[in-house]
Nanobody, 130 residues
């Protein structure tokens, strides 16, 4: 059974930092492109960062230079280091795998496909106050 569990979300002030974790099980994590998405009510899910099995990464323009995605294949865990947080970063953050994406790039990933394949967690809330 595939299982993804996010943790590390919290309430912080503008300029603060958080490190999100996503513990996974039930599939061969090391071979998968993994991604972080975020969602706020009334908006579509937004891809934030992705990391391929070879360690190559992709970021949304809004987080470049502030967020860093990484993975520990020995622990089957995905991470997202978030620095210089802004109020607009407030959202529910999800880790996910779009197994049918043609490449490990956010622009070709689909939240609809992710939910169809059920490779996503329940999320962790990040709130940034000004």
């Amino acid at each position: 059974q595939v299982n993804l569990v996010e943790s590390g979300g919290d309430s912080v002030q503008t300029g603060g930092s958080l490190r999100l974790s996503c513990a996974t099980s039930g599939y061969t994590f090391s071979t998968y492109c993994m991604a972080w998405f975020r969602h706020t009510p009334g908006k579509e899910h937004e891809g934030v960062a992705a990391i391929d099995s070879d360690g190559s990464t992709d970021y949304a323009d809004s987080v470049k230079g502030r967020f860093t995605v990484s993975r520990d294949n020995a622990k089957n865990t995905l991470y997202l280091q978030m620095n210089s947080l802004k109020p607009e970063d407030s959202a529910m953050y999800y880790c996910a795998a779009d197994r049918r994406a043609p490449s490990c790039l956010l622009e070709v990933m689909s939240w609809v496909r992710i939910t169809e394949e059920n490779y996503w967690g329940l999320g962790t809330q990040v709130t940034v106050s000004s």
